[in-house]
């Protein structure tokens, strides 16, 4: 079928690589950039096919030669961490870009949880994004000239976009911490702090959109779920797209235009969206996963936020989507280097967009230090189940990653949060208890029981810890089929 003039007109524009007489580099290259210390640097750009491209960096210069298409690519050597440094492109025009820093960059993603500012009081938000907690003395203490945010213009697109547009790399200061994106912002502090070497965001979020959005056309179709929509949505003649739920069209305008710019990992707070679809999520949170890893060419850090605790609370036990959400989040950790921050003790059960996001951002640089910094020593997660023992109308639990040993907080020291069923697979509330590195739970009404479950909820209590204060995450014993079961 032959495309009309007007729309084959559009596709070309913005699909395929303009050719151009001068170097023309993407967004993401450019003053004040952080570059990844202690690997191969990709800098890419586009040229006259043919034409002579020369890039000089710390005294060494690199050549390349554009292709047809107009696209030409240099890869630096490994470099330790420094800066600031001067890159200098030459062709038939000359570019300088000044003030790089090379040290660790991060890729940011998700939902609004991810994107929520620090504080912008110039740019329109939401009523419900709430104030992060101790905002203004957070933004007034915000001098850190080394970390820098790259922020991402939102685009959604129905073919994969060569380039993406930004809004240029930002130092933080006093007057433009507000603008970042809180939870990178945080997550950006301690890992500064600690190990002294500038950090760079690019910070590539949209709120309200589900996983799918973020996954590309070829994984996708993999999944039987969503083959029928990404065909659908290939047939499309033109390549705008206004609606950010659209199956691939994140990846297409978001992401696939950042690779391959090197990056030490990736942070992802997403969830939300995908809550009533759980069970599905068990496949499509994975499939993301190593998509991403694939498009990067290596095993890329991925680190997320278990979904924070919402909604009200149940006076009974009870099913919850949210729970099966988190379990299909938790799963996703048999893939290697990849690390969960729980936050089912920090959210709010009247606002889906917590304001304390400073706990979100140290719990996930802690995972950070366990996985993508190989720290054999910093405590990184909350008591993990590992294992049930039955004796008679007693249930022993054993945890892993309980630190320097278990503890209970809140509710006046006492355990609660644990439910016990037997076969009829009815839960009841259990009294719980620590002994060692144990919890013993049990129940009255469950005079022979089969499985447990603890903070198994939309807003459940969190009240078991580790000495580091991390809490342990939520978990069940059981497979039966939850309410999200062949939800499409």
């Given amino acids: 079928m032959k495309l009309p003039l007007l729309a084959l007109a559009t596709l070309l524009l913005h699909n395929s690589l303009p050719v151009h007489a001068t170097i023309r580099l993407p967004a993401l290259v450019g003053d004040h950039m952080v570059l990844q210390r202690d690997t191969k640097v990709p800098i890419w750009g586009w040229a006259a096919p043919g034409e002579k491209v020369t890039l000089t960096f710390q005294g060494k210069t690199y050549a390349a030669v554009p292709a047809s298409t107009g696209k030409w690519q240099v890869t630096l ?111 950006a502090r301690d890992l500064h702090q600690h190990y002294k070497v500038p950090i760079g965001i690019i910070s590539s979020p949209w709120g309200g959109t589900p996983a799918e959005a973020w996954v590309s056309g070829e994984a996708l179709k993999v999944l039987p779920d969503f083959q029928a929509k990404v065909v659908e949505v290939e047939k499309q003649t033109t390549p705008e797209n206004n609606d950010p739920n659209t199956p691939t069209g994140l990846f297409n305008g978001m992401i696939a235009p950042l690779i391959p710019y090197a990056v030490k990992g990736i942070i992802w707070y997403q969830g939300e969206s995908n809550a009533n679809r759980a069970e599905q999520y068990r496949t499509l949170f994975p499939t993301l996963i190593k998509d991403w890893r694939g498009r990067w060419g290596y095993d890329v850090p991925f680190l997320f936020v278990q979904l924070a605790n919402f909604k009200e609370t149940e006076p009974e036990p009870a099913e919850s989507d949210w729970a099966e959400l988190r379990e299909a989040q938790a799963l996703a950790l048999t ?118 479950r603890y903070a198994w909820a939309s807003n459940p209590e969190a009240t078991l810890y580790n000495r580091e204060g991390l809490p342990a995450a939520p978990f069940r014993t059981d497979q039966w089929e939850g309410v999200t079961h062949g939800k499409k």
Avoid at 97 to 105: M, T
Avoid at 399 to 404: K, L, Q, Y
């Fill in 335 to 452: 893939l290697p280097r990849t690390g969960m921050a729980v936050a089912i003790d920090i959210g709010d059960g009247k606002d889906i967009h917590p304001a304390n996001k400073q706990d979100v951002g140290h719990r996930l640089a802690l995972v950070a230090r366990k996985v993508a910094y190989n720290d054999k020593q910093v405590v990184a997660a909350g008591p993990t189940f590992q294992s049930m023992r039955v004796t008679g109308n007693k249930v022993q639990l054993r945890f892993t990653d309980a630190g320097s040993g278990l503890q209970v907080k809140g509710s006046n020291g006492v355990l609660k949060g644990f439910a016990v069923a037997g076969a009829d697979k009815k839960f009841h509330w259990a009294t719980a208890k620590l002994e060692g590195q144990q919890v013993v739970v049990s129940s009255e009404a469950v005079p022979t029981p089969v499985a447990v």
């Fill in 77 to 187: 050597p490994a470099t330790p961490a420094g800066g600031p440094y001067t890159m200098t492109l030459r062709g038939q025009n000359t570019l300088t870009i000044q003030d790089i820093l090379v040290g660790d960059v991060w890729l940011a993603s998700g939902q609004s949880n991810m994107e929520l500012p620090l504080r912008d009081p110039n740019a329109p938000k939401p009523n419900s994004y709430p104030v992060v907690v101790h905002a203004e003395q957070e933004v007034a203490a915000a001098n850190f000239p080394q970390i820098r945010q790259f922020t991402v213009k939102k685009q959604v697109s129905n073919q994969p976009r060569l380039e993406s547009e930004g809004y240029n790399w930002k130092l933080c200061s006093p007057s433009t911490a507000g603008q970042f994106a809180a939870v990178p912002y945080f997550f």
